[in-house]
Structure formats: C-alpha cells, structure tokens
C-alpha cells in the first residue's frame, strides 16, 4: 500500500532533503529511519521538493510503499518518537498507488522570513533573515509584482539548475510587514533551484532603497543569471504547502506559530 505523510522540520542542523553518500545529516536520510524502524522493513520516502541546507518546511509531503500495515496514527506516533526534535510529522495517511508526492502536486507556495531591526534575534537565529537596515515592504511588494505571471525565470535561477526549462508561473507574490517581521510569500506552479531565494536578493536590495522599483523587471528581462542580485541567505525559507487535486484530500499543513497568517 502507498502512505503519504506531511512532514514539519527545521533544516538549520540538515544537509538539505536529498539523503547523500558522504552526508547523513539529511531530513530524508532521518525520516527514512524512523519509518524503517515502525514498519520493520527498509522503507524509501519521495518528496514532494527537495530543499536545500538549512531550509526549514512546514508543509513537506513525502509518500512511501508498505506492506507493513499500521493505523495512521501509528505512522505518525511512531515515526516521531523516532526522528530528532527537529523533524515531525504532522499527518499520516492511506492514498491510491497513482498519488505520488512529487508528479502529482499542482502547486507549491514557500514563505521568506525577513527580521528586520537594527539587532539580531538569538530566538530567530537560523529562522529568519536578519537585515538590519530599514526596509520598505510597500515597495518591496509593488516590485514584485512584475514577476507574477508565466515568465523566463532565467536570471533566478541557480547557475547549476538542472531544471530543462527556466519558465515558470507565478501565481502570487506578497510582501506583508508583521511588525518587525517580512514575509514574503510566493505561490507557482514550481520552482527552480535557489528562485526564492534570488527574488528575495533583489526584493531586499529594493526595500533598502539600493535599487529602483523597476529592477526586478529588469532582471528578469535580461535572462541572465550573472546580471542578477544577490543570492538571498536560507535561513528565513520555509517550504509552506503543496498543494494537490481535491481527490487526493491531502491534509492542510499546520502553521508558522510566529506568523499571523495561515498557509493558503
């Protein structure tokens, strides 16, 4: 039988996702055990996106095949007695054999986090991007507004995406303050390796006031990597919600406790 699970972690102390040769500190490499370990078998878990080290996933879906069988309440119990504090699942559940957690999604939304005060915070540490000079959300928001849309995502993308096209659909981008919070949240079809967080680069240079409103536009015109901003830090990424066919009734993921806002 196919199992999928949500999963929540903090990916500060991780190599990333992906389980490596020389690397066992990966959130799959962990995951991979704990559920070995509650079905008494070897047990292979396939994402939905791998993230990168040190970014963090609230709405993580993974699915695995069984034949061990186990209440759903089981699966998630005993995988999280298990895994270390860090990694959690929040659900568990039975899905048909043509679920599978990366081919089947239709969507995924991420969240940036932007602490920003003249001080850093020891509580938000790894959690949120510390920029200490004043931003501008208002503007940061009306800039990104041009990426939203079908569009070459070239000049956001990683030098070394192995994605076989760079276009992507946006289907919303939003920079809100929360006091001294800035969330910017971002909604497409898929993602290309380090997107985010390069629209973070050039959002940040933005709201500082470095760059005009019109430098995200122009970025994304030149389809050209090297011409772009700055590769935004991961420790403020989270990996909020994928999201599926109603059929499929995959499970909302929970919140940010530290953020007002609800994954939609």
Same mark, same amino acid.
């Given at each position: 039988?196919?199992?999928?699970i949500?999963?929540e972690?903090?990916?500060?102390?991780?190599?990333?996702?992906?389980?490596?040769r020389?690397?066992?500190?990966?959130?799959?490499?962990?995951?991979?055990?704990?559920?070995t370990?509650?079905a008494a078998?070897?047990v292979?878990v396939v994402?939905?996106?791998?993230?990168?080290?040190g970014v963090?996933?609230?709405?993580?879906v993974?699915?695995?095949?069984?034949e061990a069988?186990?209440?759903?309440?089981?699966w998630?119990?005993?995988?999280?007695?298990?895994?270390p504090?860090?990694?959690?699942?929040?659900?568990?559940?039975r899905?048909d054999?043509?679920?599978?957690a990366?081919f089947s *999604?239709?969507?995924?939304?991420?969240?940036?986090?932007?602490?920003?005060?003249?001080t850093r915070?020891?509580?938000?540490?790894?959690?949120?991007?510390w920029?200490?000079k004043?931003l501008? *959300?208002?503007?940061?928001h009306?800039?990104?507004? *041009?990426?939203?849309?079908?569009?070459?995502?070239?000049?956001?993308?990683?030098?070394?995406?192995q994605?076989?096209?760079?276009?992507?659909t946006?289907?919303?981008?939003?920079v809100?303050?929360?006091?001294?919070?800035?969330e910017l949240r971002?909604h497409a079809?898929?993602?290309l390796?380090?997107m985010?967080?390069?629209?973070a680069?050039?959002?940040?240079a933005?709201?500082?006031?470095?760059?005009d409103?019109?430098?995200a536009?122009?970025?994304l015109a030149l389809?050209?990597?090297t011409?772009g901003?700055?590769?935004?830090?991961p420790?403020?990424?989270y990996?909020?919600r994928v999201?599926?066919?109603?059929?499929f009734?995959?499970? *909302?993921?929970?919140?940010?406790?530290f953020v007002g806002?609800?994954?939609?």
């Amino acid at each position: 039988m196919r199992i999928a699970i949500g999963i929540e972690y903090d990916g500060s102390l991780f190599k990333g996702w992906q389980r490596q040769r020389h690397a066992v500190e990966t959130v799959q490499a962990a995951v991979e055990q704990a559920l070995t370990r509650v079905a008494a078998h070897p047990v292979r878990v396939v994402c939905a996106g791998r993230t990168d080290s040190g970014v963090h996933a609230v709405g993580q879906v993974a699915h695995f095949d069984t034949e061990a069988v186990r209440e759903p309440r089981n699966w998630v119990l005993g995988a999280n007695v298990n895994l270390p504090p860090t990694v959690s699942l929040s659900w568990a559940k039975r899905v048909d054999d043509d679920f599978h957690a990366r081919f089947s *999604a239709e969507s995924r939304s991420y969240r940036y986090l932007i602490l920003n005060r003249p001080t850093r915070s020891s509580l938000l540490a790894a959690r949120a991007t510390w920029v200490h000079k004043p931003l501008d *959300a208002d503007r940061m928001h009306q800039a990104g507004q *041009a990426l939203v849309g079908t569009h070459d995502f070239s000049s956001y993308r990683a030098m070394g995406c192995q994605a076989k096209s760079p276009v992507r659909t946006l289907h919303r981008l939003n920079v809100t303050r929360f006091g001294e919070l800035i969330e910017l949240r971002v909604h497409a079809n898929a993602f290309l390796h380090h997107m985010i967080r390069n629209i973070a680069g050039v959002l940040i240079a933005v709201g500082r006031g470095e760059r005009d409103l019109a430098w995200a536009a122009e970025v994304l015109a030149l389809r050209d990597r090297t011409l772009g901003g700055v590769t935004a830090p991961p420790d403020g990424l989270y990996l909020e919600r994928v999201w599926y066919p109603d059929s499929f009734a995959v499970p *909302a993921p929970p919140g940010l406790p530290f953020v007002g806002s609800e994954a939609r």
